[in-house]
């Protein structure tokens, strides 16, 4: 009985580690895509050809 129970404490934590590294790399590649996209809106918000503004 004990080998059996040891086995299922063994297969919960092995089942939670896997849980947490899943979450990990999610949290990286999330991190990384927000990332980009702040890059994206930055770059766009800059004007790529000079202000035709005219002051009399």
Known sequence: ???K????VLSALLYAQGLLGF???ATVLLKDRAQAASEIV???ETPSAPSLLVVR
């Open 1 to 3: 009985m004990k080998m």
């Open 5 to 8: 129970s040891a086995a299922s």
């Open 23 to 25: 979450a990990a790399v």
């Open 42 to 44: 930055v770059a766009s």
